[in-house]
Structures are given as C-alpha cells and as structure tokens.
C-alpha cells in the first residue's frame, strides 16, 4: 500500500482487510515523487518528512490492528513505518542501498533496470538500462561493465540519476 496524505487515514481499515483475507503482511510503501512533475505523484501528497499528528496516529493505530490479528505492518526501507518516514542523517543516503548486490530488475521487455523505482526517478531508460536479457544471458548481465559500474557509483560521492534522491524523498 502507498502510503499517502490523502489516505493514510484508510491504514487500519486496509490491516483489518488484510487480516480478513489471511493476510498475513501489510507493506506500507513511501510515496516515489518527483519535484519537477514527473509522473502522477506530488510531494504535497507525500508522508515522508511531514507526517502531521493524525497520519502518526492512524498508522499507529494499523500497528496495534495488525499486532491485535496477526498482521505484520511494516515499510519501505525494512522498517517500521514510522521511521520510514523519517530522514536519516546520511550525507551519502543512496549508500547503503544493497539491491544491486542481491537482485535484478527487469521489465516486461527484458530491460534490466537499477530497480523498480528507476522508471520513475529518472527519465529515458536508455540512461539506465544495465542490460537487455533478450540479448545476454543474466550472468553476463550482471557480470557487464554497465552493471559493475553502476555498483562501484553506488560507493562514491555522487549517485547514479536513477538514485539522487533514494533516501531523500522516497526510502531505500
């Protein structure tokens, strides 16, 4: 579920939901938005760095629904929502993002991408498609040069596009 400002009031009825249906994990995911308007999404609907009292509230109240039945609540970033929607003080917040050492993305055409957020961080997915599984196999994908580099970015003092704001607006 994403959580946003316009319904994050609706948490503890979608634990409830979830509970009903033999659920038994509810993510709360922050919001991916772009400052410049790319996409649907707008800051002003984010959570992130400005969750008022009420929006605290109703996520603690899924908390405790989700404890009560037997839901696990937790968020973006392997956390529990509350601090996920928190800054951490991190001059280089994309560095710890371990994705590109554990698993691949890919789209529906074969396009390897950072990871799912990718598409909608940053613009044109020639700027960074790490390799194409229609054409090489995945342990040429992952061993390339595209994706090692990547990697290696990852550990510098300046991200890669896709991930300037990992950490920042939206969480790892």
């Known amino acids: 579920l994403t959580g946003l400002k316009e319904t ?10 979830a509970a009903s249906m033999g659920v038994s994990e509810v993510h709360l995911q922050r919001l991916v938005f772009d400052a410049a308007g790319f996409g649907k999404a707008r800051p002003e609907s984010s959570l992130f760095e400005q969750t008022r009292a009420e929006e605290q509230a ?3 109240a899924a908390q405790a629904i989700g404890a009560a039945l037997g839901v696990t609540l937790d968020a973006s970033g392997a956390t529990e929502p509350g ?27 074969g396009r390897a991408l950072p990871c ?13 498609t790490l390799g194409d599984a229609t054409q090489h196999s995945l342990r040429d994908i992952w061993n390339s040069p595209a994706y090692r580099g990547f990697r290696s970015s990852l550990l510098g003092e300046a991200p890669p596009a896709p991930c300037q704001n990992c950490g920042l607006r939206w969480s790892l």
């Open 116 to 128: 799912c957020i990718a598409p909608f961080s940053a613009r044109g997915y020639d700027n960074y």
């Open 8 to 17: 994050v009031e609706q948490l503890p009825e979608f634990v409830r939901l």
């Open 58 to 60: 109703a996520i603690e």
């Open 83 to 109: 601090l996920s929607l928190k800054r951490v003080a991190d001059d280089r917040p994309w560095s710890t993002c371990r994705r590109p050492w554990s698993l691949m993305y890919f789209t529906a055409h």
